[in-house]
């Protein structure tokens, strides 16, 4: 075969092509649309041509969005939550453990816990404002932090947020307080009406006593060994 695409015939096997595309709608934001295209005839039914029907499908985009989101959220919640509670240490023990879940972990990190203080103030707040209740938040706390591209962030049973922060070179804490203002003013540009508070794992960059790590940092933010962004 040459590769090209003959005239269809009335009759032939010729399907349908459906096309998605993202492109700048009237308004001019970017809209997704799906386009599909058929083969058009003539009173002889001689191939004339082709015909296109397409519509808006960006809400269809989002949900898919948002379905996968959720998706990924459970995955790391499942994994990182049952770290906490097995035996595993081992670097090539968690790295297994991660693939079979599709996921990647780094090798080195600084870990931190994030928790929200004065909730109750944002949740009065939520009764008259657009802001989201407590599961729909944390949610998009976590969605927030995971956009950026060295930290994976998941939720912890009844809790707070694990943030695991990927370290390419050796860390000081004085590095690990920095990063940890930055993220803590990272959530602020997100939700201003929130208090944050971060608490930082002892100084460990490996998995190896992962679960002590995380309730080292949990404690410290509670007994105020943590970093605010007034």
């Not at 029907?53 to 989002?62: A, C, E, P």
Request: glycine share 6%; charged share 20%; net charge negative.
């Amino acid at each position: 075969p040459d590769g090209t695409m003959g005239s269809p015939t009335p009759g032939s096997d010729f399907v349908p092509r459906t096309i998605e595309i993202s492109q700048r709608g009237c308004n001019g934001r970017m809209i997704w649309t799906e386009t599909s295209v058929t083969t058009a005839y003539d009173a002889s039914e001689n191939h004339v041509g082709f015909s296109g029907v397409t519509r808006n499908i960006s809400q269809r985009k989002i949900t898919e969005g948002l379905l996968q989101l959720a998706y990924e959220r459970k995955q790391r919640n499942k994994f990182f939550n049952r770290l906490l509670v097995s035996h595993i240490s081992s670097t090539s023990e968690v790295q297994d453990l991660a693939a079979q879940s599709k996921l990647s972990v780094p090798n080195s990190f600084s870990l931190y816990y994030l928790g929200i203080a004065a909730y109750n103030e944002v949740e009065y707040c939520a009764q008259e404002t657009d802001l989201p209740e407590r599961p729909q938040l944390i949610d998009a706390l976590i969605d927030y932090l995971n956009r950026k591209d060295n930290l994976i962030a998941w939720e912890l049973p009844h809790t707070g947020i694990g943030i695991i922060e990927t370290r390419y070179a050796p860390a000081t804490k004085q590095t690990e307080i920095l990063a940890a203002q930055g993220y803590v003013e990272y959530l602020f540009s997100f939700l201003p009406e929130a208090s944050f508070y971060l608490g930082i794992a002892d100084f460990s960059t490996e998995w190896a006593e992962f679960p002590n790590r995380l309730e080292h940092a949990r404690i410290a933010a509670k007994v105020g060994a943590s970093i605010y962004a007034e």
